[in-house]
């Protein structure tokens, strides 16, 4: 999937869940906003990524680095290493570890997880799949029966679409809860 892409897909999960457990607008919207930019968090590992741009003079170090050691472990230098369940398992430790796990910011490691995990969903059901399960199943890319071409029309056209549209929707359905005294502001 593109980087913008995989943006859209962060706030449309990032908003949807955020609205699914009741969260208050000063909270979800940082919350969306966190998880779109964890969404982009596993194409740090291309150069041309929108996360590699946005860390300017460290992105390319930072990029290379992770290249390096996913080829070191035999895996590809992009859609390697943090493409797969073990770094989304870490990722999220580390950000319940940096947050606390009793702190009253909680949401935060739950929106990084989330954003980094709606990424890899975005990717899996691309043409080349993703090496998901390293090291439980080596390398092997796991693929999905039904595959779209990453940035082709489908994904940029019909999904894209679907997202926003999603995005719109829950939008308008949280502001009719909050109308109803049904959900928080
Ligand atoms: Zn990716």
């Not at 999960?13 to 966190?34: D, E, K, R």
């Not at 390319?60 to 290493?81: F, I, K």
């Not at 950000?95 to 929106?111: D, H, P």
Request: glycine share 12%.
């Amino acid at each position: 999937m593109m980087g913008r892409n995989h943006r859209t897909s962060g706030i449309l999960t990032g908003f949807g869940v955020g609205v699914a457990v009741g969260l208050s607008w000063p909270v979800l919207i940082p919350f969306t906003v966190i998880t779109a930019v964890a969404a982009l968090l596993p194409d740090l590992d291309s150069y041309n990524s929108i996360a590699v741009k946005c860390l300017g003079p460290l992105g390319h170090p930072v990029c290379t680095g992770l290249r390096r050691l996913s080829q070191l472990l035999g895996g590809n230098a992009h859609r390697g290493l943090t493409h797969t369940v073990a770094a989304w398992l870490v990722v999220s430790a580390l950000a319940t570890l940096l947050v606390g796990v009793t702190s009253s910011f909680w949401w935060v490691a739950l929106a990084v997880s989330l954003g980094y995990l709606t990424h890899l969903a975005g990717d899996i059901g691309t043409i080349r799949g993703l090496p998901l399960l390293w090291p439980y199943r080596g390398w092997r890319d796991i693929k999905m029966p039904l595959r779209f071409k990453a940035g082709g029309s489908f994904e940029n056209y019909v999904i894209r679409s679907l997202m926003i549209m999603g995005v719109c929707v829950l939008f308008l359905v949280h502001i009719g809860l909050v109308a109803w005294g049904l959900t928080y502001v």
